[in-house]
């Protein structure tokens, strides 16, 4: 049985920065778009709603035919996306801000049902309406301090891209707001799909500062080399397969040695170093889920679980594959 699709409501006021939502939005189109050429449903169905029908965004061009604000939610997840304003502080006294505030002030956030996404100053608005208080949150530089003055119960964290407290999900501001929804692709669709989209949009992959490593199905991908994102596509995919040298460099179109100087140029590892991740990788996941070690080791392609133990030892991970 399919997963529903996530409805996912970008909220929009006069003078909306339009950057804050268009980057995420195409995000998840491009990720619709990915999930349908893999023969999988679409996740995400993107709505533009507002207090009122119309709105001017920052740069000029007005929106029209924008949806009211729902009065009723369906059994179908959803995601509600805040996005900024232009100027020092949020203006939440004008007859949309009063009407949104007066909506949000209604909703009861879930993980998995009903979550928060906020982009920029868009945290101001969601602690205009209560629902910051007891989590930890970020927001624009500028707006950090109005931020801790609007809710002093929330916990504002600086000096991060995005911020992670279900079901509130926060990034510092514009182009931040578009690694917060990769983030949430890859949690939802897997970490090769959510390369893609980025590897699509030609935006690097990023973590916060504080948060955790890279996940190796998205490391050594921020890179424009089309050739080499197309061998990195192919073996993300099928890290099982038989892959030699040889082969990765006839997906490349080019010889195994113009391969190897490919990979240590623009990824910084070699292109068996970077099958090995991906694979050990995978041994994790499978292990995560029950299997085995020699299931765990044949599942991402290890000719044996002594082979899968190596790598483990080779790249550092705590204790063995399966035990402590």
């Given at each position: ?65 924008l ?52 982009v ?60 917060l ?34 996940s ?40 195994p ?49 002594t ?18």
């Amino acid at each position: 049985m399919p997963e529903p699709p996530i409805r996912v409501l970008f909220v929009l006021l006069p003078d909306s920065l339009i950057l804050d939502w268009a980057g995420p939005a195409e995000a998840l189109r491009i990720a619709n778009q990915q999930l349908r050429a893999d023969g999988r449903p679409e996740r995400f169905r993107l709505e533009f709603v507002g207090p009122a029908p119309s709105a001017r965004s920052s740069v000029g061009a007005q929106l029209q035919g924008l949806a009211p604000l729902p009065a009723q939610w369906g059994d179908e997840p959803a995601w509600i996306v805040l996005v900024g304003q232009p100027g020092e502080r949020i203006a939440v006294h004008t007859p949309e801000a009063r009407a949104l505030l007066h909506w949000l002030r209604g909703q009861r956030l879930e993980a998995g049902r009903l979550e928060l996404l906020t982009v920029c100053a868009g945290a101001v608005l969601a602690a205009h309406a209560g629902l910051l208080a007891g989590r930890r949150a970020t927001t624009h530089h500028h707006h950090l301090q109005e931020l801790a003055e609007v809710e002093r119960h929330c916990e504002v964290v600086n000096n991060r891209v995005f911020v992670l407290d279900a079901p509130v999900y926060s990034s510092a501001g514009v182009t931040t707001g578009i690694d917060l929804v990769l983030h949430r692709i890859a949690a939802l669709c897997g970490d090769a799909l959510a390369a893609r989209v980025a590897q699509a949009m030609v935006v690097a992959l990023r973590r916060g500062p504080h948060d955790p490593e890279l996940s190796p199905f998205l490391a050594h991908r921020n890179h424009l080399h089309a050739a080499l994102h197309r061998v990195q596509d192919a073996v993300s995919a099928q890290p099982q397969e038989d892959w030699t040298v040889p082969r990765m460099a006839a997906v490349a179109c080019t010889s195994p040695r113009h391969l190897a100087r490919l990979f240590a140029e623009h990824t910084g590892v070699a292109p068996l170093a970077y099958l090995r991740r991906l694979r050990l990788a995978t041994a994790q996941m499978a292990l995560a889920a029950g299997a085995s070690v020699g299931h765990a080791a044949a599942q991402a392609g290890f000719s044996s679980d002594t082979q899968l133990r190596r790598a483990w030892r080779h790249f550092g991970l705590p204790g063995t594959p399966g035990g402590g």
